[in-house]
T-cell receptor
Framework: GQQVMQIPQYQHVQEGEDFTTYCNSS?????IQWYKQRPGGHPVFLIQ?????EVKKQKRLTFQFGEAKKNSSLHITATQTTDVGTYFCALQVLFNKFYFGSGTKLNVKP | GAGVSQSPSNKVTEKGKDVELRCDPISGHTALYWYRQRLGQGLEFLIY????????KSGLPSDRFSAERTGESVSTLTIQRTQQEDSAVYLCASTFRSGGDTTSWEQYFGPGTRLTVT
């Protein structure tokens, strides 16, 4: 079955430090999505990556899709307390099923 | 509505009772998903509806779980004879296929129903 590994499980950073979470798949992916879930909230869509080697930026967030389309990363530059939450990657299998990674919980100390 | 809504927001039930959870998707969204999220865990796919096609039930953990959806509207997830391990947040998401250069199935999640089985 589809295997999704997301690391690290937890990350504690000082405000202003950078943060990266990685998502690795056992198989080649058609696309990958990233979501953010604030404490007590529900997941919110951030972005979708489709092309091999694709890099997309949203302000301080940089998303990358690996050349082999088996891994992806989310990097946050100069974290802020508003970045606190759990970041999930989601792999789309065909068009009707998503496998979510276990998430990386980010805590930012002011 | 403005977003996906779910009811109830919280449900406490006794072991062995049946529960019904409701999801109202965003109007016009053709696809609907149910997920289960245990405390501190990721999202576990349960079931997928797409229009009038047969649902993908491959994620339902046991035959105590069932779900229905009428057309492209409300969906209900029913758990019969609840067990303590069913305690979790049940999330519903609806989506549409956005075109353009990259076809995307952005999922819009509801606030979830927190189920506690005592």
């Amino acid at each position: 079955g589809q295997q999704v590994m997301q690391i690290p499980q937890y990350q504690h950073v000082q405000e202003g430090e950078d943060f990266t979470t990685y998502c690795n798949s056992s198989t080649t992916l058609s696309n990958i999505q990233w979501y953010k879930q604030r404490p007590g909230g529900h997941p919110v869509f951030l972005i979708q990556l489709v092309k091999s080697g694709e890099v997309k930026k949203q302000k301080r967030l940089t998303f990358q899709f690996g050349e082999a389309k088996k891994n992806s990363s989310l990097h946050i530059t100069a974290t802020q307390t508003t970045d606190v939450g759990t970041y999930f990657c989601a792999l789309q299998v065909l068009f009707n099923k998503f496998y979510f990674g276990s998430g990386t919980k980010l805590n930012v100390k002011p | 509505g403005a977003g996906v809504s779910q009811s109830p927001s919280n449900k406490v039930t006794e072991k062995g009772k049946d529960v019904e959870l409701r999801c109202d998707p965003i109007s016009g969204h053709t696809a609907l998903y149910w997920y289960r999220q245990r405390l501190g865990q990721g999202l576990e796919f349960l079931i997928y509806f797409q229009g009038n096609s047969a649902p993908d039930k491959s994620g339902l953990p046991s035959d105590r779980f069932s779900a229905e959806r009428t057309g492209e509207s409300v969906s209900t997830l029913t758990i019969q004879r609840t067990q303590q391990e069913d305690s979790a947040v049940y999330l519903c998401a609806s989506t549409f296929r956005s075109g353009g250069d990259t076809t995307s199935w952005e999922q819009y999640f509801g606030p979830g129903t927190r189920l506690t089985v005592t």
